[in-house]
Nanobody
């Protein structure tokens, strides 16, 4: 099964920026739609953004649209999430996953990367 490793999280002030990476262990990444999720304390994991296998189509949930940008580099088996204008409510553990039909997560969850936004 493909393994996904998230990185790039950290502590940032409100209004700041951070860029997350998701690296896949196998080249199957290149033919999979991918998504970024987050889970805040006491809340369910939510899908924030998704990107098609070829990288040409993206979609965002309302809470991050206009602030976050999802992208991918299939040559590097890596997906990114550029997060700008961060808010304290963006504090969460961020995860990536490949997407099956209906945006169902396809593989096991990794450890995620913590993003903490201070006010």
């Amino acid at each position: 099964q493909e393994q996904l490793v998230e990185s790039g999280g950290g502590l940032v002030q409100a209004g700041g920026s951070i860029k997350l990476s998701c690296t896949a262990s196998r080249s199957g990444f290149r033919v999979s739609a991918m998504g970024w999720y987050r889970q805040a304390p006491g809340k369910q994991r939510e899908l924030l953004a998704k990107i098609s296998a070829d990288g040409y189509r993206t979609n965002y949930t309302d809470s991050v649209r206009g602030r976050f940008t999802i992208s991918r580099d299939n040559a590097k088996n890596t997906m990114y999430l550029q997060m700008n204008s961060l808010k304290p409510e963006d504090t969460a553990v961020y995860y990536c996953n490949s997407l099956a039909l209906g945006d169902t997560p396809r593989t096991s969850w990794g450890q995620g990367t913590q993003v903490t936004v201070s006010s």
